[in-house]
């Protein structure tokens, strides 16, 4: 029997965050989170879904035609044929990219997959499911992503950075959770702390309605 995965939904959009901000690229999204981050704007995808095999997966892929593809959720990792999918992808020459919530095991994954990980600040109120062993395992081409709330929340990623040295050792994202933090007041902090990181905006909430969905 093939593999299959719950999926929420696959669309192609330009990608929002990260290094690959702007870029178009195709998004697959795994239905379901074991987290509830306070200002999680994908709470559509925790549950419902539809199941679909890889054949399935893959050949809507291709007809959407992108060479840059995000597996992204929810949680994508929280379902194990994740990993085989983006093994699948890479193999058909994809650049794959996976967003994760840092909760679980990123060692799963193929080499060659690019990948993003929250770290969870105490505002978002999952901050005690960071999986700190995940650190071991990122690649020093990946990215740290920590979404902040407000002057409390940067203060935590400030210490957190320094402590595991991430500004040295992978690209580091800070972003403003949307609607809570103003990002002119974050980019004035990281200028005022010489911060070797980047100021990481969701493009699509300025490009599109902020609640809009595939996009
Ligand atoms: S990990 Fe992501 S999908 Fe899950 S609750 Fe947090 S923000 Fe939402």
Known sequence: MSASLIITEIYASVQGESS????????VRLTGCPLRCRWCDTAYGFYGG???????IL?????????????TGGEPLAQKNCALLAERLIGNG??????TGGSEDVSVLP??????????????QMHERNLWTNLD??????????????????EWALKIAK?????????VLLSPAFGLLQPKDLA???????????LNLQQHKYIWHPRAKGV
């Open 137 to 154: 395992h990122l690649k020093p081409t990946d990215e740290i992503k920590m979404v902040l709330s407000d002057r409390d929340d940067f």
């Open 59 to 71: 050949g809507k892929v291709s007809e959407l035609g992108l060479p840059l593809v995000e597996l």
């Open 50 to 56: 539809t199941e679909m095999d890889f054949e399935a």
């Open 111 to 124: 080499e060659k997959t690019h990948i993003i990980m929250d770290i969870k600040c105490p505002g978002s």
């Open 94 to 99: 994809h650049r794959v990219l996976i967003e």
């Open 20 to 27: 690959f901000a702007g870029i178009p690229c195709t998004f």
């Open 188 to 198: 004035e902090w990281m200028v005022a702390e010489k911060l070797n990181a980047r």
């Open 163 to 171: 402590d595991h040295q991430l500004m040295s050792r992978f690209n």
